[in-house]
């Protein structure tokens, strides 16, 4: 590496550009000594400066869905609510079932009920329901097999309710 490029690459280093151990790296290496005449040591600011933290940029990355299943869920909730409570309210989930019905909530917002898939002819099946968006809700038909992403809410009468309901597939 030649002189220019080793003295830029610390450069750019201390601007808090590149990674710190990145630019001790090169601070004490043979090279960069002899690019910057006869110095026997490294510079004390180069190694102080490249020592400090660089803050990262945030990056907000989408939360991950954990796949539930609905009678799975609602046992747990008729084991012990407080524990199901803490364990999945407000909880990102996502599961697959049957279209059991499409009703308007009494907002006026279209609702989805779905019955796990195995128990798609059982009509006392555990099941779950969710607002969803008009537009989805219009690509729905009774009996169809799909899969959701939703928030869980709470349990009413034997009921998974969630909340912000997306159709996946």
């Not at 008729?78 to 049957?98: D, F, Q, S």
């Amino acid at each position: 590496m030649d002189k220019i490029a080793l003295i830029t690459f610390v450069a750019i280093g201390l601007l808090g550009l590149l990674p710190p151990a990145f630019i001790v790296a090169i601070a004490i290496s043979p090279e960069f000594r002899e690019a910057l005449g006869h110095m026997s040591s490294v510079p004390a600011t180069a190694v102080k400066l490249a020592a400090k933290p660089v803050e990262a940029p945030v990056v907000m990355m989408p939360e991950a869905a954990n796949y539930i299943d609905i009678p799975f869920v609602l046992t747990e909730y008729r084991n012990n609510e407080l524990n199901a409570e803490e364990k999945y309210k407000g909880r990102l989930i996502e599961t697959k079932g049957v279209v059991d019905r499409i009703t308007l909530s009494w907002a006026g917002t279209p609702s989805l009920s779905l019955r796990p898939i195995e128990a798609s002819n059982n009509p006392f099946a555990d099941n779950m329901t969710c607002d969803i968006d008009k537009e989805a809700a219009r690509t729905l038909a009774h009996g169809q097999q799909v899969t959701v992403r939703a928030r869980v809410k709470d349990v009413t009468l034997g009921v998974l309710v969630t909340e912000k309901c997306e159709i996946v597939k």
